[in-house]
């Protein structure tokens, strides 16, 4: 049975850190693209970061330079860590897994909420 499973949300000032974290279970993780998504109330999910099998990283531009995706393939967890947080990166964050195939096999966590407050 396939698990991600988040961790690290929170309640947070603006300026303030979070680090996320993932870890998951019942896959070849350190063979899967991982990737954390977020969604706001009343939009749509969107990338927020994601990190290749060889580690090779990807941000969306409202997180550049304040976000890091890493992640530790012996503890089978992938990471976020959220600096110089603003209002408008308040979402539930969900973990992803990918892995590329003749059927690709895509996995989600249950989320977990963050919250920037002014």
């Known amino acids: 049975q396939v698990q991600l499973v988040e961790s690290g949300g929170g309640l947070v000032q603006a300026g303030g850190s979070l680090r996320l974290s993932c870890e998951g279970s019942?896959?070849?993780?350190?063979?899967?693209?991982m990737a954390w998504y977020r969604q706001a109330p009343g939009k749509q999910r969107e990338l927020v970061a994601a990190?290749?099998?060889?580690?090779?990283?990807n941000y969306a531009d409202s997180v550049k330079g304040r976000f890091t995706i890493s992640r530790d393939n012996a503890k089978n967890t992938v990471y976020l860590q959220m600096n110089s947080l603003k209002d408008e990166d308040t979402a539930v964050y969900y973990c992803?897994?990918?892995?590329?195939?003749?059927?690709?096999?895509?996995?989600w966590g249950q989320g977990t909420q963050v919250t920037v407050s002014s």
């Open positions: 992803n897994s990918l892995l590329y195939g003749p059927r690709s096999l895509v996995y």
């Open positions: 019942g896959i070849n993780f350190r063979i899967n693209n």
């Open positions: 990190i290749t099998s060889t580690s090779i990283t």
